[in-house]
């Protein structure tokens, strides 16, 4: 079954950037901080999501204080968070999902 909804005005206007929590070093609540960052290029296979809402679980503690810095790749600024639910603003022609589509995930890949 498929759910649809029309993405935000901005998605089709395609912005750059967009507004993230992120952290930019290992620390506590104090560390994170709104920024904006670029907006992620999806490659083939891949949706990109307009994030409506997204959760912080205790990994994500784990990981910004630095408990997991020896196995965690890439660098800073982080964005907290790998459950996401928002809409489908790009995807493949043949993909299972269609732009429009309210989709819930779990992100399996941190952006390096």
Do not use: W
């Not at 079954?1 to 620390?27: C, H, I, W």
């Not at 999806?42 to 809402?53: C, F, K, P, Y």
């Amino acid at each position: 079954m498929s759910f649809q909804t029309e993405p935000a005005e901005l998605s089709k206007t395609r912005s750059m950037t967009m507004n993230a929590m992120v952290y930019d070093d290992y620390g506590d609540e104090g560390v994170l901080h709104v920024a904006s960052v670029a907006i992620p290029q999806r490659d083939n296979d891949e949706l990109l999501i307009e994030v409506h809402a997204s959760s912080v679980n205790p990994i994500d503690y784990r990981l910004r204080s630095g408990e997991m810095k020896g196995i965690l790749p890439g660098g800073f600024p982080r964005v907290p968070g790998y459950d996401v639910a928002g809409v489908v603003v790009e995807c493949d022609a043949d993909a299972p999902l269609q732009t429009g589509d309210r989709v819930m995930a779990f992100l399996d890949s941190v952006p390096a």
